[in-house]
């Protein structure tokens, strides 16, 4: 088809017309969407040299408003000074009354503030009163024991009266104590009286099989040879104790003299008293006892006698006293009591031995 005919014919330029029409905008609408992208960037490229600008312009001007006000400042500076001097004593002149005042408001709020708290606390810190003290109970107070004179001998009948007061031997009452000789004798006197019979058995002394319990080795185990060994349940004890004495050899002299240091101790101290006519039928432990309440001594007691077995048994039953014949008195027994009462026979013997 030519071109002279297509413009002949309407229906053909309609048709052709929208084909160009329909072209056309699908290529401009590409074009349209991506320049608003590129728009804002140029935009803001051209704008961001701008705006420094605008900021410099007005940084110049502010920093030239403030270049005209700081060269009249000293001027200002200069004429200071001189009302400052004047105006001094006026200031601290002020001020004094507000330090005042600055004092006396605080007094004046404690002054308003409530005053219950304020006088809580001294309450809390100032201690209780305090109470009466109970009356104490007057305590009944102990009588105390009887003594005699230093040196003398007492003598009290049965009634606690005391009669005389008789004279004992130097050589048996007055002599000074040594601790050292005290002590050995004593000593001595308690391993006495230990029996010594605790006994254990050897190996040697056991009952028992002397076989070999079983071959030396190939076991695994320790060699044992017999079944008495001191290791094994039912064996011997090593260093076990056998019967034996446990007396300490003292010199007869030295035990004498021991015994006069302890009855001189006690005759020393009024302690040796001597019972008169405590002469007993048969044996009364009630008057044992009653006379040695009435005597009123210092407990506990020891009662001395000489050949006087009835005497020695009234006393047996007394838990606080004890008795002993002047032949086997002991250092320990005089040192162990606190009194000592004789019987009329036991201070002669005691005088002569």
């Excluded at 590129?38 to 704008?47: D, I, L, S, T």
């Excluded at 001007?61 to 001097?85: G, H």
């Amino acid at each position: 088809m030519s071109a002279d005919e297509i413009n002949k014919t309407p229906d053909a330029e309609a048709a052709s017309g929208p084909e160009t029409t329909e072209a056309a905008p699908a290529e401009k609408k590409p074009v349209a969407k991506k320049a608003p992208a590129k728009k804002p960037a140029a935009a803001k490229a051209a704008e961001k040299p701008a705006k420094p600008a605008a900021k410099s312009a007005s940084a110049k001007a502010d920093k030239a408003e403030k270049a005209a006000p700081a060269a009249k400042k000293p001027a200002a500076k200069k004429a200071a000074p001189a009302k400052a001097d004047k105006a001094a004593p006026t200031k601290a002149a002020a001020r004094k009354p507000a330090a005042k005042a600055a004092a006396e408001k605080p007094a004046a709020k404690a002054a308003a503030r409530p005053a219950p708290k304020r006088a809580a606390k001294p309450a809390a810190e100032t201690p209780p009163a305090a109470r009466p003290p109970k009356p104490a109970t007057a305590k009944k107070a102990e009588p105390e024991a009887r003594r005699g004179a230093a040196g003398v001998a007492t003598v009290v009948d049965a009634s606690g009266k005391e009669l005389e007061a008789r004279k004992l031997a130097d050589a048996r009452f007055a002599v000074p104590a040594d601790v050292n000789t005290l002590h050995l004798v004593v000593r001595s006197e308690q391993a006495a009286r230990r029996s010594g019979s605790a006994s254990t058995k050897t190996r040697g002394e056991v009952s028992g099989s002397t076989a070999k319990l079983y071959r030396q080795k190939g076991t695994g185990r320790a060699r044992a040879g017999s079944v008495k060994s001191p290791i094994r349940t039912g064996g011997g004890i090593t260093f076990g104790p056998h019967p034996r004495s446990f007396a300490i050899k003292i010199n007869k002299k030295v035990v004498r003299k021991a015994l006069s240091m302890a009855l001189s101790e006690r005759a020393a101290h009024g302690r040796v008293f001597v019972a008169a006519g405590l002469d007993l039928a048969e044996p009364s432990t009630r008057t044992v006892e009653q006379f040695l309440v009435n005597l009123d001594c210092a407990a506990p007691v020891l009662v001395v006698t000489h050949d006087e077995p009835v005497v020695m048994k009234s006393v047996r039953n007394l838990p606080y006293a004890e008795a002993a014949e002047v032949a086997a008195l002991s250092t320990e027994q005089v040192l162990r009591a606190r009194s000592l009462v004789l019987t009329e026979k036991a201070l002669v013997a005691l005088n002569e031995a």
